[in-house]
């Protein structure tokens, strides 16, 4: 099941929600996962099944970035 994440930042105020996982229905082809774009610097949630293998995006997997 999917989760939902909020985040914000002490310093200067930014918050944001991010999705964690998907559905049983469709957890292998959808898998929303915070991650940091380093080419536009933004926070996105792009589809993990797809995007593993792209470099631009350092990826939030629980415990950490990858």
Do not use: H, W
Not at 8 to 21: A, M, P, Q, R
Not at 28 to 35: D, F, G, K
Not at 48 to 65: I, S, V
Request: charged share 25%.
């Amino acid at each position: 099941m999917g989760e939902i994440y909020r985040a914000k930042c002490t310093d200067c105020g930014f918050s944001s929600e991010f999705k964690l996982g998907g559905s049983r229905m469709n957890f292998r082809e959808y898998q929303p996962v915070p991650a940091i774009n380093l080419a536009a610097n933004t926070f996105e949630n792009p589809n993990y099944a797809e995007a593993q293998n792209d470099g631009k995006y350092k990826f939030f997997l629980g415990r950490g970035y990858v």
